[in-house]
């Protein structure tokens, strides 16, 4: 059904043949046991460096797994499971099976030199069963399960478990803890509505997040490949809804008395040629704007229609079985007219913002390793109050560059992982080391009504964003190379 449906719509030309690994988890079961065990070592030097007063119990670190979201007032699980990224990073149980579990780590202290892992997985009634099925009992999770040093299948024992160990110190994820099982919560176990409890109300807990963050900012050789894949499907699939996009308007009119292309069509054709090559789901909700639209950053109603001469602002990312992500932006013409004059500005816009682009890689190239992301961005500010001068749309100098600030509200660059801003207690000040991921993307938008701008370039908004790594030799690593920046009509 899927290679017909593939052939019919003619995807299988634009999207490259999926090869087996688009398929499979790259990330042995190990690393997950290497990742907690690094992650205890860089709290017990902190309990150690700051002379906690209890040094000697050892520490305790609680990581939640995120909720199940359910559609409206029912119990039908919502269309993509979003796990915590900081549980998904430590157990790699990348699904919705492990909502509302806990995973406590217990650091070493003055009776074990070892550290111990436990998971509370919430109890199943035989009505869940029957509805939801075996959850994290099902084999398909063993492997991943088998890193964990105790499975307590009942959620009900972590408060007296908490309560026991209440003289360590608890350092907790920034997604807090919020448990939401049945044989906690007073209600019966089955489909009843449950209610939130907090089990760690009363005790002194510290953030982890600075900690794990450290750990998540610096890609393993796995981590990376896994970068390479989502990035790489990501970008083939913007090729292909590309090349949809600028072919669909004869098939609208034809089949629905329409003259345009619906943005909406546009993000489900990503998402399509994205699952179709391996992806799991969506990165995040698409921004596919057309026209004016495309001067609003976080689009995201995605229902007009896109007519010919107008140009799309693709902001669209996926996310692989491993739970990494990418992120990608690109702009293009639907059926444009050299004799159209928005069209010949909003083409001359884009090859000068892509020039851009490519002169911040350069300078990274040079220097990578003494280059912070703020400073990326600073010399964007520069390189945009270049166009604007070239554009005629406010003077030069220095006065051009703090323009480039208001028509370019957003940063150059965020880091990227397993959250799209990923590992964000991370000062974007610090410079550049082998392994961390990030984004390139600058942008510019000239907002209708904006008494600064030519009429002329009103309604327009432009962004070209692609994914980089610093990879070992200490140069820039071009993720998603595989999608042109620049796309004719």
């Given at each position: 059904?899927?290679?017909?449906?593939?052939?019919?719509?003619?995807?299988?030309?634009?999207?490259?043949?999926?090869?087996?690994?688009?398929?499979?988890?790259?990330?042995?079961?190990?690393?997950?046991?290497?990742?907690?065990?690094?992650?205890?070592?860089?709290?017990?030097?902190?309990?150690?460096?700051?002379?906690?007063?209890?040094?000697?119990?050892?520490?305790?670190?609680?990581?939640?797994?995120?909720?199940?979201?359910?559609?409206?007032?029912?119990?039908?699980?919502?269309?993509?499971?979003?796990?915590?990224?900081?549980?998904?990073?430590?157990?790699?149980?990348?699904?919705?099976?492990?909502?509302?579990?806990?995973?406590?780590?217990?650091?070493?202290?003055?009776?074990?030199?070892?550290?111990?892992?436990?998971?509370?997985?919430?109890?199943?009634?035989?009505?869940?069963?029957?509805?939801?099925?075996?959850?994290?009992?099902?084999?398909?999770?063993?492997?991943?399960?088998?890193?964990?040093?105790?499975?307590?299948?009942?959620?009900?024992?972590?408060?007296?478990?908490?309560?026991?160990?209440?003289?360590?110190?608890?350092?907790?994820?920034?997604?807090?803890?919020?448990?939401?099982?049945?044989?906690?919560?007073?209600?019966?176990?089955?489909?009843?509505?449950?209610?939130?409890?907090?089990?760690?109300?009363?005790?002194?807990?510290?953030?982890?997040?600075?900690?794990?963050?450290?750990?998540?900012?610096?890609?393993?050789?796995?981590?990376?490949?896994?970068?390479?894949?989502?990035?790489?499907?990501?970008?083939?699939?913007?090729?292909?809804?590309?090349?949809?996009?600028?072919?669909?308007?004869?098939?609208?009119?034809?089949?629905?008395?329409?003259?345009?292309?619906?943005?909406?069509?546009?993000?489900?054709?990503?998402?399509?040629?994205a699952r179709s090559a391996g992806a799991v789901k969506p990165s995040y909700p698409p921004v596919v704007a057309g026209g004016p639209r495309t001067t609003i950053i976080h689009y995201g109603a995605n229902d007009k229609l896109v007519y010919p001469n107008e140009w799309i602002l693709?902001?669209?990312?996926?996310?692989?079985?491993?739970?990494?992500?990418?992120?990608?932006?690109?702009?293009?013409?639907?059926?444009?007219?050299?004799?159209?004059?928005?069209?010949?500005?909003?083409?001359?816009?884009?090859?000068?913002?892509?020039?851009?682009?490519?002169?911040?890689?350069?300078?990274?190239?040079?220097?990578?390793?003494?280059?912070?992301?703020?400073?990326?961005?600073?010399?964007?500010?520069?390189?945009?109050?270049?166009?604007?001068?070239?554009?005629?749309?406010?003077?030069?100098?220095?006065?051009?560059?703090?323009?480039?600030?208001?028509?370019?509200?957003?940063?150059?660059?965020?880091?990227?992982?397993?959250?799209?801003?990923?590992?964000?207690?991370?000062?974007?000040?610090?410079?550049?080391?082998?392994?961390?991921?990030?984004?390139?993307?600058?942008?510019?938008?000239?907002?209708?009504?904006?008494?600064?701008?030519?009429?002329?370039?009103?309604?327009?908004?432009?962004?070209?964003?692609?994914?980089?790594?610093?990879?070992?030799?200490?140069?820039?690593?071009?993720?998603?190379?595989?999608?042109?920046?620049?796309?004719?009509?």
């Amino acid at each position: 059904m899927l290679l017909s449906r593939l052939f019919f719509r003619g995807i299988s030309s634009s999207v490259k043949v999926c090869e087996s690994q688009f398929f499979k988890r790259l990330i042995p079961v190990d690393e997950y046991c290497e990742r907690q065990a690094k992650l205890v070592n860089l709290i017990v030097n902190h309990v150690k460096k700051n002379n906690f007063s209890y040094s000697n119990v050892g520490s305790l670190i609680v990581v939640s797994g995120a909720k199940r979201m359910y559609t409206a007032d029912t119990r039908i699980p919502t269309i993509h499971f979003k796990q915590n990224s900081d549980f998904l990073y430590l157990t790699g149980l990348n699904t919705k099976e492990a909502a509302h579990t806990v995973l406590i780590i217990l650091g070493p202290d003055a009776k074990s030199k070892l550290f111990q892992s436990f998971l509370f997985v919430p109890f199943s009634s035989q009505l869940q069963l029957i509805w939801e099925g075996e959850g994290l009992k099902d084999g398909h999770y063993q492997s991943h399960l088998s890193q964990i040093s105790h499975v307590v299948e009942d959620i009900s024992k972590l408060p007296q478990f908490l309560k026991s160990h209440s003289d360590r110190p608890i350092f907790m994820c920034r997604a807090g803890l919020e448990l939401i099982p049945p044989t906690i919560s007073g209600h019966k176990a089955g489909m009843d509505q449950d209610t939130p409890i907090k089990p760690l109300d009363g005790y002194k807990t510290f953030d982890l997040s600075p900690f794990i963050d450290r750990l998540r900012l610096f890609k393993s050789p796995n981590e990376v490949n896994a970068m390479r894949r989502t990035c790489t499907i990501g970008a083939e699939a913007v090729n292909a809804t590309r090349i949809w996009s600028q072919t669909q308007l004869e098939s609208n009119k034809k089949n629905y008395g329409i003259q345009g292309v619906s943005e909406n069509q546009i993000a489900a054709e990503f998402e399509f040629a994205a699952r179709s090559a391996g992806a799991v789901k969506p990165s995040y909700p698409p921004v596919v704007a057309g026209g004016p639209r495309t001067t609003i950053i976080h689009y995201g109603a995605n229902d007009k229609l896109v007519y010919p001469n107008e140009w799309i602002l693709m902001d669209a990312g996926c996310e692989d079985i491993e739970g990494y992500i990418s992120d990608i932006t690109r702009c293009w013409p639907i059926l444009a007219s050299e004799s159209n004059s928005k069209n010949r500005i909003s083409q001359a816009l884009y090859e000068a913002l892509c020039e851009v682009h490519q002169q911040i890689v350069v300078y990274l190239e040079n220097r990578a390793l003494e280059t912070s992301l703020n400073d990326l961005y600073h010399l964007m500010c520069h390189l945009l109050g270049s166009v604007l001068s070239e554009f005629n749309l406010c003077p030069s100098g220095d006065q051009a560059a703090l323009l480039a600030d208001h028509f370019c509200p957003h940063h150059v660059s965020h880091y990227l992982g397993l959250d799209v801003h990923d590992t964000p207690t991370v000062n974007r000040d610090i410079n550049l080391e082998p392994g961390m991921c990030f984004t390139i993307e600058p942008g510019l938008y000239f907002r209708k009504g904006d008494s600064r701008i030519k009429e002329e370039f009103e309604g327009i908004g432009l962004r070209v964003e692609d994914n980089y790594i610093i990879n070992a030799n200490g140069k820039p690593e071009n993720l998603t190379a595989g999608v042109s920046q620049i796309f004719s009509s």
